[in-house]
């Protein structure tokens, strides 16, 4: 059974830092793209971040505008676990967020930033920023 659990979230003060986890089970988060997505209170799901996990190109992640240059994606194989670090947070940073898996890899801004792409979800952690 494919599970992945996010932990992390808290309520932070604006220009603070958290960092998400998203432990999976059940499956390798190798050989696949993984991704960040989040949702605010009467808004559309967002794509935040992705990586092509185990990919020769995986030196690359993706990462949405608003958050480039705050937010690092990362993973540490052997927990078969993926990050997003957020630094300067800001109250628009405010959101459920949601660890993604896709079942390969995305290379198209097309694909890796589209919600449909991801085949298995966590049930989110909250993050408040307030400013």
């Known amino acids: 059974q494919v599970q992945l659990v996010e932990s992390g979230g808290d309520s932070v003060q604006a220009g603070g830092s958290l960092r998400l986890s998203c432990a999976a089970s059940?499956?390798?988060?190798?050989?696949?793209?993984m991704g960040w997505f989040r949702q605010a209170p009467g808004k559309e799901r967002e794509w935040v971040a992705s990586?092509?996990?185990?990919?020769?190109?995986?030196?690359?992640?993706y990462y949405a505008d608003s958050v480039k240059g705050r937010f690092t994606i990362s993973q540490d194989n052997a927990k078969n676990t993926l990050y997003l670090q957020m630094n300067t947070l800001t109250a628009s940073d405010t959101a459920m967020y949601f660890c993604?898996?896709?079942?390969?890899?995305?290379?198209?801004?097309?694909?890796?930033?589209?919600?449909?792409?991801?085949?298995?979800w966590g049930q989110g952690t909250q993050v408040t920023v307030s400013s």
């Open positions: 993604a898996a896709a079942e390969g890899w995305l290379y198209s801004r097309l694909n890796y930033a589209r919600s449909t792409a991801y085949k298995y």
């Open positions: 059940g499956y390798s988060i190798t050989s696949r793209c």
């Open positions: 990586a092509n996990i185990g990919s020769g190109r995986s030196g690359t992640p």
